[in-house]
Structures are given as structure tokens and as C-alpha cells.
């Protein structure tokens, strides 16, 4: 089972308010990864965890708020986004160390 | 940190025909090279992967090659079928916990 599943597939959200996108992984991965993809461009990583803490951070603003609550879930919190944050949010989970990293179908974000 | 570029950034070939992404790093310290494909609407999908010890790799249609002194790292695709029709993304990665992707190839396969 090389399955990383997210939800929901579409979410459609005002600038007002919060919603929580939701990753999970059942391959004993422990490095889990939110990215963010717009259209027609490579993926662009947000945050990296490993061994449920945070490693890596690129400088995101603090509208998005990640959290592993254990090896298996990975939450990505937002609240008072901007239209400009509409885009394909991405889950991916890997071992740690340079091995093979599964994507999930994402998360497609608008913002009105 | 790491740069990686890829090229070319559209690309069609015939159905049969090969098609053949290309890609370069900066990082000499880089030592996985990973390629995904993108269908419209879907999440990245690993096709094949390379390490810096390992200077080629096949899997059936699609084999990738590194030449680790020049620093580039091709995926070459064979006998192309429609449904190899995708945006293709190469990466790299130093740490183990950092992808560099490429900015992505757009291949259509015509029947």
C-alpha cells in the first residue's frame, strides 16, 4: 500500500474563515510533507515533519498552521487566508533520509 | 541550496515515438533523483528514481541516467502510448527531507 490519502478533495472557504485539511499514511513513513502547488508549476514545499516534529518550515506565513498529531496524520490548519493562497495543497510522506516520497491526490483550495 | 532545471518545458512526440526530459542540478552533494508525473487534477505519481551510486535504471519503458561529473539526470520514455501524456517533474534531493523539483515538462503523446 503505497496510499497517502487527503481530504477533502475541494474546499472552497472565505476569507473569514478556518478549515483544517487532513492528510493520512498507513506505510510507517516518518517524514511527513505539506506542499503547495499552483497551476502550471512545480510543487513548492511548506513544511517538513519528521518523527512527528517540525523539521523544516519555509517561511510560511502563520495564516498555515501544521500539525502531526502522530506518525500517521498530518493536519494543515488555515485561517484568514487570501485569495492568492488558492491553489493545490499536497500531502507526501517518505522514510526519513533520501528514499522514495508518495504524493497524495491533494487538496484543491479556493479562497473567496 | 539546491537549483534544479529541466528542459525542455513542453514536448510532443508521436505515438511510438521516444520522448527524452532533461535535467540539471548545482548541488554536487544532491544523491537522489527522483521523477514524478502529473496528471490534470491528481497528485504526483513516483515513476522512477535514481541514486548517485547507480549510473542508470530501467523499468520497462522508462529508464532515467545520471551523469553525476556533468550533473544532469535525463528521463527517457519509449514506444510512447497516450496515456503517457502528463507533466513530468524531475527533482533532487541532499538531505533527505528536501525536494527540489524542476519546472515540470508537458509531454503529449499524439495518437
Known amino acids: 500500500d503505497t496510499e497517502v490519502t487527503q481530504t477533502p478533495k475541494h474546499l472552497v472557504m472565505g476569507m473569514t474563515n478556518k478549515k483544517s485539511l487532513k492528510c493520512e499514511q498507513h506505510m510507517g513513513h516518518r517524514a511527513m510533507y505539506w506542499y503547495k502547488q499552483k497551476a502550471k508549476k512545480p510543487p513548492e514545499l511548506m513544511f517538513v515533519y519528521s518523527y512527528e516534529k517540525l523539521s523544516i518550515n519555509e517561511s510560511v506565513p502563520s495564516r498555515f498552521s501544521p500539525e502531526c498529531p502522530n506518525s500517521s496524520l498530518l493536519n494543515l490548519h488555515l485561517h484568514a487566508l487570501q485569495p492568492e493562497d488558492s491553489a493545490l495543497y499536497l500531502c507526501a510522506s517518505s522514510h526519513p533520509a533520501n528514499t522514495e516520497a508518495f504524493f497524495g491526490q491533494g487538496t484543491r483550495l479556493t479562497v473567496v | 541550496g539546491e537549483n534544479v532545471e529541466q528542459h525542455p518545458s513542453t514536448l510532443s512526440v508521436q505515438e511510438g515515438d521516444s520522448a527524452v526530459i532533461k535535467c540539471t542540478y548545482s548541488d554536487s552533494a544532491s544523491n537522489y533523483f527522483p521523477w514524478y508525473k502529473q496528471e490534470l487534477g491528481k497528485g504526483p505519481q513516483l515513476i522512477i528514481d535514481i541514486r548517485s551510486n547507480v549510473g542508470e535504471k530501467k523499468d520497462q519503458r522508462i529508464a532515467v541516467t545520471l551523469n553525476k561529473t556533468a550533473k544532469h539526470f535525463s528521463l527517457h520514455i519509449t514506444e510512447t502510448q497516450p496515456e503517457d501524456s502528463a507533466v513530468y517533474f524531475c527533482?533532487?534531493?541532499?538531505?533527505?527531507?528536501?525536494?527540489?523539483f524542476g519546472t515540470g515538462t508537458s509531454l503529449t503523446v499524439i495518437p
Open positions: 527533482a533532487g534531493s541532499n538531505t533527505g527531507n528536501q525536494f527540489y
